[in-house]
Each structure stands twice: as C-alpha cells, then as structure tokens.
C-alpha cells in the first residue's frame, strides 16, 4: 500500500482495494456473495409500548448459513432495531448508532429518544446511497411515548403503529393487517408478532428456525430470545455417528504441551516525587 | 473468486476443547500447485484463525492480524480474547466494505476459563457466533451436511479429532479444487496437537 501501513484509522471506510478488485472482475473472476438475512422482521405498537420480532435465519445464496441468529440489535436500553438485508450491514450499522447513542447520552444526561437514533439511521444511509444495504424496523419508548419507524436502504423512513420488512414482509403483513388494532395489550401484542413471524417463517424460504421476540415498556424491555420454537429438528439418529479412535490414517502428529504464562502481579505504585 | 484458489476450513467444538481442520491445496483455477499450504494460523497458543478463500488475501489478512495483535499485547501485556479477537477482524474486513478481502474466517479459540469459542465471518465482517461447528472455503455446502449429521454435543478431544478429521474428507472428496491430505489441530486447555491427514491426492 502506498505510503505507511497502518496509519491509526480514521473511521469509515477504506477504498485501497477497489481498483484491484475491479481489475480481477474484469479478469473474469465472480464477486463474492455476502451473506444476507433473507428476513421476516416485524413491529408494532400496542396500549403500553412497542413489541418487535424476528425470525432467525441467515441465508448465504440457497444455504442456510446460521439458523440460529440475532436479528434484534441494542441501540440502547429503551430502543431495539431489527435488521434486515446485507448482515454486515445491518450489524455494522445499528453498532455504530448504539455506540453514537451512548455518547450522546453521557453528554446530555438523558434517556435516547427514538427519533435520535432514526435521524442518525437515514444520514448514514442516505450518505451512502442505498450501498449500505440494511432495511430495519426501529422501535422504542421513550419520554414522548413509544414509537415505531422503519428505514429502508436509501435513507426513507416511515412512522406506523405496525411495520414488516425484509423478504417475508408480505407474509407477517397480511397477518397484521387483518388483525392489528388499536389498543392491544401485551399478551395480545406478542401473539400477534409471534403470529406474524410464523407467517414469515413457514411462507418464505428466506426466514426460518426460532421466533424472537422484544418487548419495550417505559422502564421496562424484555428480550424473549428464542420465544418460539416452531421447527425443532426431528432428523437427528439418536445414536449418532461414532467414530473408533484411530479409525483416520494420520500422516504426522505433533503434540504440544501449552506453558502456563507466568502471572503479573500489580506491584506497588512507584511514589510520585 | 473464491474459486481461485479452492480451499476448506472447519472448526468444530467439543468438551473444553475445540478442533480447527483445513485442506492442504493450493491451487490456480484447476491446476494445483502446492500440496502442503497453510491455512490455519496461530495467533496466540489459545487463539487460531483459519482463512479460506483468496490465498494472497489469506496471507496478507493473517500478517496484519498478527501484527495487531502484537501491539495489543504489548500495550495490555497479555493475550486478545477470541471475543475480542473476532471483533477485531470483523471490523478490519467491514472497512473494505466496498472493496472487499476475498476471505473467509474462521476463528477459534479458548477465552475466559478456557471455554471454547468459534465464530466465522463472511467477506465483509458479517460475525456468526456458533455453539457447533462452523465451515467456510469452497467445499462448505458439503462440510455443512458433513457437519450436520457427524457433530455429537461434548466429545472428548479424540472423538473430535476423529469427527471432525472424517467431516472434513468426506466433504473435500465433494469437491475439486480443495483436499490433498488435511491438517487437523486439536486444542485443549493443556495441550495443542497438530496432525497432517492422509487424504486422496486426486
């Protein structure tokens, strides 16, 4: 690289390897597939609060890659975002307005407002042009009253009292629209979300595994990881496979003892003088 | 362009301990060129990363982790945690966003309590924690059914060795650009055994 090597980094990005990149797809080599969340992600608003949900599918191209994963990132003790679109994205995305959050926070001494965290949301994303590819569904409660957005690539954003986003949006839409009202409680709120993922889930190939599903009251949020569990895997032989030691053939085998590393102690301070 | 070079990495957790496996090619398209490459690398005794993908990306991707990782242990005077770590090499990969490094990696160590810890990531830093296993290189669509089926919750340190050593053959006959014997590292608190797999050389 031109110049030095590891100047301390100035944030954002770094565009050092474009060229060479653009000179191998010219070459005939394929850009890599990133892997995308392939999502049904969910919102809404009911009498004390916001409940949001999502499903927990990471797809890379037809594979599965995780079928365990988080999509309901902290932003800050009152305000959750799911996330949908390009993982890397969206993950770096709501980390680096949760961290922005917390400074503002330490600055002015008061709990985040929804609306703070969608402002710094649709700056990052418009700046980027739609590149950034995180659609996510925002929500919260604070001192004005819980809220719901949803922001998509380009930096729009709307405000409603019931949000779906990502490939199964359609699916938990139309659960949502034929059963949403004002005024739900709490118990109804996440049956409905749960009602809608599962809609997602067993509709679009995208979204699959568990239902997660996060409750924010004022004062209040409770992660229900893992809240349902509609496919639990049925194929796995109780016996498993076992394999007798000594059953690959090994070439070499070079067996290391790890030292213990000799503990540093906190020795007393030296005396000012 | 993950097809340059063929390549398959595994890891895979077990009882207190975690194993981490790769193929030995290296290859040019569908010309293979060395059957000895080194794809798993160690970063601290307890800390190993496995980088499949782009060979020369691999490379220069490990020196400057290792380089990072210098200057961390010098200013903290003791090791990165995996955690850490993991967090570290995403957000070198996530800086390239728009022009990435192709690789893929695997990191796998043994953090607080010498509790095992894999993750792998996708070209732009897309973290993905697992409590199992966790395969990336071309050969991953059949490491991932190997896995899936082969993986037993808290196998003892030879039983890992075994599984995860068939795992990774089975899947690499799978597929043409990646195999030529295989190099397995089994991690425990106490010891760390490296051994190179006979596999087909075909």
């Known amino acids: ?273 | 362009i993950f097809e340059y070079n063929g390549s398959a990495v595994v890891a895979m957790v077990g009882k207190n301990c975690f194993a981490i496996a790769s193929d030995r090619r290296l290859g040019v398209q569908l010309q293979t060129v060395a059957t000895d490459f080194q794809r798993v690398f160690e970063i601290h005794p307890k800390l190993y990363i496995g980088l499949s993908g782009l060979a020369s990306d691999a490379q220069t991707l490990y020196q400057r982790l290792v380089f990072k990782h210098k200057l961390y242990q010098l200013r903290e005077e003791r090791d990165m945690k995996p955690e850490t770590f993991a967090s570290l090499v995403s957000a070198m990969l996530y800086e390239k966003r728009f022009g990435p490094y192709f690789c893929q990696p695997i990191i796998a160590g043994l953090g607080q309590d010498d509790v095992p810890f894999i993750c792998t990531m996708d070209c732009i830093g897309a973290k993905e924690l697992a409590k199992d296993f966790v395969v990336s290189g071309t050969a991953s669509e059949s490491l991932y059914g190997a896995c899936e089926s082969m993986y037993k919750p808290n196998m003892e340190p030879d039983e890992l060795f075994e599984t995860i050593s068939q795992a990774l053959l089975s899947s690499v006959d799978r597929d043409c650009l990646s195999g030529w014997g295989g190099y397995v590292l089994v991690v425990t608190p106490t010891e760390v055994t490296e051994r190179v797999l006979k596999g087909r050389m075909d």
């Open chain 1, 1 to 273: 690289m031109a110049g030095s090597m590891e100047i301390p980094a100035k944030g954002g990005f770094n565009f050092d390897l474009c060229r060479r990149n653009a000179m191998l797809e010219k070459n005939g080599l394929k850009m890599p597939g990133f892997r995308k969340t392939g999502t049904t992600i969910v919102g809404l608003v009911f009498r004390d609060g916001v409940v949001l949900g999502a499903d927990t599918r990471a797809t890379e191209g037809p594979i599965v890659a995780d079928k365990n994963c988080e999509k309901i990132h902290f932003m800050a003790p009152n305000i959750y975002c799911c996330g949908a679109g390009t993982a890397a994205d969206t993950e770096a995305v709501t980390d680096m307005v949760s961290s922005q959050l917390q400074l503002h926070r330490y600055a002015t001494s008061r709990e985040s407002r929804v609306v703070t965290a969608l402002t710094l949301l649709k700056t990052h994303l418009f700046n980027y042009q739609g590149h950034v590819s995180a659609a996510l569904v925002l929500g919260g409660v604070d001192v004005t009253g819980p809220h719901l957005h949803t922001v998509y690539p380009h930096g729009s954003t709307d405000t409603l009292p019931f949000a779906t986003m990502g490939s199964g949006s359609l699916a938990a839409m139309s659960v949502f629209e034929s059963r949403y009202k004002e005024g739900l409680t709490r118990g109804e709120g996440i049956q409905l979300v749960a009602d809608a993922i599962c809609a997602g889930i067993f509709n679009d190939l995208g979204s699959g595994s568990n239902v997660d599903v996060c409750v924010i009251t004022k004062g209040k949020t409770e992660y229900l990881r893992t809240h349902q569990e509609p496919n639990p895997r049925t194929y796995a032989s109780s016996k498993g496979f076992s394999f007798a030691k000594g059953h690959t053939e090994v070439l070499s085998t070079k067996i290391r003892q790890l030292k213990l590393k000799p503990e540093v102690t906190e020795g007393d301070a030296m005396e000012e003088e």
